[in-house]
C-alpha cells in the first residue's frame, strides 16, 4: 500500500494543524483506510493493536464531525481500563487542539463522582470513558444520550475479557439507532464478532494485521531452556545486554508474581502486572516502570494492553504465548518511535512448533541463539569498566593519580598493575553489589516470623493514633487492614509491622503519604 499524507485525506485545517504540530505528515495504515470510511458516515470494524496509530484513526474523523456550537454530548468513546482513557483523552485533547468550542471530559472509577458530574453538566461533546462508570451515569441520567450520534469501542476485546460484555450492549441498545458505530479490536474473537453483528450496519472490516504489525527494527531471536533454567538465562540476558526498560510477558498470574519474586531476590528492580493488581497497585507500578524506577516490568497479556512506553529497549517472551496475533503484540511494546529493539523467546521442548507457526504467521525470521554462558556475562562487565576506564585516560589528566600510585609502591612488594587489577576487582565487586534485592534488610527488622516491621517518623505528639497509621498504610497500598500486624505508637515515632509479601508495597506506597496532614518518612526498622 502507497504512502498516503494526512493532506490527502480532505481534512479541516484545524486538524491539520494540530497534525502537523505533533509530527505526522504519512498516515499510518489504519489511519488511511479507516479515516476516509468514518468521514462518510460508515460503520468500521478495525483490527489493530496499540502503537499502530488508532486513536487517531478513530479521533480525526469523530472530531471532524462533532459540532462545537452544540454544547450536549454527541459522542463516547468507552476504553477498557482508566489507563487508556486518560491516554486516549490526551490525544484527543491534542488534535482539537486549535478546534474552538470542543469539550472532552474522561469519566472512570476511583475518581470522584461528583466532579464528573460537575463536568458533564458544564457542557461536553466527547465522553471517554470506561464501560462500569458508564454505566452509573446513565443510571444517575448524568449522562445525556438522546443527540449521541457516535460511538467508538476502543480495544473491544479487552472490554470483553474483563467481563464487560453485558455494559457494553446495555449502552448499545440505549444509544440512539440512527448513529454511527466504531469497533477498535486487536484480535477478532466470535464475541466481538456477534457483537458487531447485532451492533453494526454493514460494517467496513479493516485489518492491519501480520507484515503490517510486524516492527522491522526488532532483532528478534529464541533460547531453547529447561524450564527450571529460564530465570538464570533471564538474569544473564540482562545483564549482557543491560536494556534501560524491560518487558517480560508470562502467560498467568501465577508465574508473574513467582517471577517477579525471583528477580528481585537477584537485586533486580522488578514489578508485575496482572488483572488481579487493584487500580491504586496498577498506577503505581506504571508511574515506576514510566519513570525508570522500576527497569523490568513483568506482565500477562490482558494487564498489558494500553501500556505506552517508547522507551522500551527489550521483550521477554519467558512464556511463548498461546495465539500468533499476541507475540505480534507483545514485540510491538519495543522498537517504537524509530528505534531499535529486541525481542527474545524462550522454548521448552516442543514449543518450538509453536514458534515456527508464529514465524509463519509473521512472516518473520527468529534466530536461534545459544544461551549465554556466565563467562560472557563477565566478559560484558569486564568490557564494559575498560571502555570507562579508557574514556576517563583519554578524557582527564591523570598526572596527579599516577604520582600518587607510584608512591603507594615505592616501598611495597607489589606493582602498579597489581594496583590496577585490584581496582578492577573493586569495580566488578562493586557493580555486583547494586544489584542488591530491594528486599534487602526485610529479614533483620525485629519482627515475628514473616512481618516486617517499619519505622515511621510520626507519634504521639502529631496526635497519631494506630487507627490513623493503619488507615495510611491500607488506603495507600491497597491491604487488607486486618493483615497489618502490631502498631507501637511513641511520643516521636512509630513501629508497624507487615506481612513480608507486601512488605515492598507499603515502602513504595507509604513514600508520599501523609497521616494528620504531615508528610511521613517510612524506613526499614533495625532489630532492637
Known sequence: MEDIKFSDLGLSSQIMRAVEE????????????????????????GQAQTGTGKTAAFGIPLLEKVDPKNKNLQAIILCPTRELAIQVAEEMRKLAKFMHGIKT??????QDITKQIRGLKSGVNIVIGTPGRVMDHMRRRTLKLDQVHTIILDEADEMLNMGFREDIETILTDIPKDRQTILFSAT???????????????????????????????????????????????????DIYEPKLSLVFCNTKRKVDELVLALQERGYFAEGLHGDLKQSQRDRVMNGFRHGKTSILVATDVAARGIDV?????????????????????????????RTGQAFSFVVGREIIKLREIQKYCKTKIELKKVPGLKDVTNKKLTKVLDQVDNKIQDENLEAMIQILENQVEDKDYSIMDVAAAFLKMSLGEEREEKEPVSRGFEQTGAKDGMVRFFLNIGRKQNTKPGDILGAIAGETGIKGKLVGAIDVYDKYSFVEVPKEYAKDVLYGMENAKIKGKSVNIEIANRK
Open 22 to 45: 505533533m509530527g505526522f505528515q504519512t498516515a499510518s495504515p489504519i489511519q488511511a483506510q479507516a479515516i476516509p470510511y468514518q468521514l462518510e458516515g460508515l460503520d468500521v470494524i
Open 310 to 338: 517508547d522507551d522500551v529497549e527489550a521483550v521477554f517472551n519467558y512464556d511463548i504465548p498461546q495465539d500468533e496475533e499476541y507475540y505480534v503484540h507483545r514485540i510491538g511494546r519495543t522498537g517504537r518511535a524509530g
Open 105 to 110: 471530559l474522561s469519566i472512570y472509577g476511583g
Open 188 to 238: 477478532m474473537p466470535r464475541p466481538i464478532m456477534d457483537i458487531t453483528k447485532k451492533f453494526q450496519k454493514n460494517a467496513k472490516v479493516i485489518k492491519v494485521v501480520k507484515k503490517e504489525l510486524t516492527v522491522s527494527n526488532i532483532d528478534q531471536y529464541y533460547f531453547e531452556v529447561r524450564p527450571k533454567n529460564k530465570d538464570e538465562v533471564l538474569s544473564r540476558l540482562l
